[in-house]
């Protein structure tokens, strides 16, 4: 199978990511925070490292401030639900994933906030425009994509951290397609809340994220439980991370975010995104050329502004169709609307959704080929 779905969930794992999981069941097998023995210790020290590489490449100052979540899904509903008051405003990208429009419909069901939507345009300038014109005296913050999970399109997180900054407002970044690809600065980059899907870009195993926390930032809990600290108080602690981590870790998982991100810092976060890169320009400027094939993306024009992620489509074909057929000829894709229909909705291809490839550091130029020569066969049948 040549893998081109990585925007999901990134395949293969490095061998150091997999050794990582499977020493932790052997070597980090007790409860940390739960017990005095020296196996708890060991977890413990483990976790508090995993912390602080995570802290030390996000650019927050304490690796308490990093939250271990299930996945970026996860962190989003903390974060938004965590500031979340009744009669409280959010504005959001035109570009976002469910995991954070849903949240934020629910709430709005419920009857406890509103947001709106700003429309990403093709100029940073525009973008921020309709950003402010959306601000009201009860917005509380703007949610953000680092870039779109089908198109790539990567609005200017710092002209928006800017705008966020101007009007005291929080700003949450679903970073779920850029971390470990781009650099990324919470501190610098005036990110107060960062969401990562660490099972992505970090190279991780499923089901691990992390919500990033840049300073002090009273939220609200979703879930409540034990933390192996406070256990005679009967409120939910409110230091940090034990306030929203509840129950027990997964440790073997978090050993995994530990050695992926260790992954990521030794290949290089430049080396990988210019692969990357050079791999979907390669593929975007072959789909141009291939009759009946309609490519999203101008990569010649924008460039920089966009992430390691195309969609096409083959004229006069549902998405799910040709997906159906790649995988026939042993290609892995994402098609549909990929959980995402407000950018469908802007780019026309809510009938249709499209078909996206994602690359990985791990794609080479056979993988690439066969793709391409697989398209070409479908698009001429």
């Known amino acids: 199978m040549v893998y081109f779905d990585n925007a999901a969930t990134t395949y293969p794992k490095p061998e150091s990511v997999i050794s990582a999981v499977s020493n932790a069941m052997r070597f980090y097998g007790a409860n940390p925070g739960r017990a005095g023995h020296d196996m708890a210790f060991s977890t413990a020290e ?3 490292n995993t912390r602080k590489l995570a802290s030390d490449m996000f ?23 965590g500031l979340a008051k009744k009669g409280s405003h959010f504005i959001i990208s035109s570009l976002e994933h469910n995991a954070v429009v849903r949240p934020l419909e629910t709430l709005k069901n419920r009857g406890v906030c509103d ?10 300038g525009e973008t921020y425009m309709n950003f402010e014109r959306l601000i009201r005296d009860n917005t509380v913050a703007i949610i953000c994509t680092g870039a779109s999970n089908v198109f790539g399109k990567m609005p200017s997180l710092r002209g928006i951290a800017s705008l966020c900054k101007n009007y005291g407002l929080k700003f949450i970044v679903d970073g779920a397609q850029i971390s470990g690809i781009y650099n990324i600065n919470c501190k610098r980059d005036g990110i107060d809340i960062l969401c990562v899907a660490a099972h992505k ?3 991780a195993p499923m089901s691990s994220g992390m919500m990033i926390i840049n300073g002090d930032i009273p939220l609200e809990t979703v879930v409540e439980g034990g933390t192996g600290s406070y256990s005679a108080v009967l409120s939910q602690p409110n230091n940090l991370p034990e306030r929203f981590e509840s129950g027990t870790l997964s ?12 992954f990521v810092n030794r290949v290089g976060i430049e080396n990988i995104r210019s692969h990357e890169l050079s791999v979907v320009k390669r593929i975007n400027n072959e789909l141009k050329s291939i009759p009946n094939v309609i490519a999203y993306t101008d990569f010649e024009a924008e460039y920089e502004s966009f992430a390691p992620i195309i969609s096409f489509n083959i004229e006069k074909m549902n998405s799910e169709e040709v ?5 026939e000829n042993g290609i892995a894709v994402r098609s549909g609307l990929h959980c995402a229909v407000l950018a469908h909705k ?4 809510v009938e249709t959704g499209t078909v996206r490839i994602a690359p990985s550091y791990f794609t080479n130029k056979n993988d690439v080929n066969l793709l391409l020569k697989s398209i070409i066969k479908i698009a001429k049948g």
């Open 251 to 262: 440790v073997p998982l978090i050993a995994g975010i530990n050695a992926g991100m260790k």
């Open 201 to 203: 870009g970090l190279y």
């Open 115 to 124: 947001y709106s939507i700003a429309r990403v345009e093709k100029y940073d």
């Open 346 to 349: 802007i780019y026309g291809t």
């Open 59 to 81: 650019g927050v100052d304490k690796p308490e401030n990093v939250v271990f979540t299930p996945n970026c899904t996860y962190a989003l509903n903390c974060a938004i639900k």
């Open 323 to 327: 997906g159906r057929l790649l995988n």
């Open 46 to 48: 483990m976790i508090y």
